[in-house]
Nanobody, 124 residues
């Protein structure tokens, strides 16, 4: 069993920055890819960013590329999402997810553990 706990969400004005963190426990964190997904009000959950098991590869959704940065610290069992130049359309509940394997995937089915999520609200 894996436990994922997100933190760092909140209310921010457009153009501002937030840093989300996800603390993992329960299995060897460094062996698996990690991802961030988000669910906006009334919409389906969508992929945001992912990072491979050793941090050597990252991948972003087109609408966050250049603004968001995913990183991980395997010594601390944490994965972070630095979000800059926030826009109102970034408003969503952000979920951390632990992958089934080492490589990056944008598909929800590629992740078998999920955090409860943290709310990010961006005002215009």
């Amino acid at each position: 069993q894996v436990q994922l706990v997100e933190s760092g969400g909140g209310l921010m004005q457009a153009g501002g920055s937030l840093r989300l963190s996800c603390a993992a426990s329960g299995r060897t964190f460094s062996m698996y890819a990690m991802g961030w997904f988000r669910r906006a009000p009334g919409k389906e959950r969508v992929f945001v960013a992912a990072i491979s098991w050793n941090g050597g590869s990252t991948y972003y959704a087109d609408n966050v590329k250049g603004r968001f940065t995913i990183s991980r610290d395997n010594a601390k069992n944490t994965v972070c999402l630095q979000m800059n130049s926030l826009k109102p359309e970034d408003t969503a509940v952000y979920h951390c997810a632990a992958g089934r394997g080492r490589v990056i995937t944008t598909l929800s089915d590629g992740y078998n553990y999920w955090g409860q999520g943290t709310q990010v609200t961006v005002s215009s």
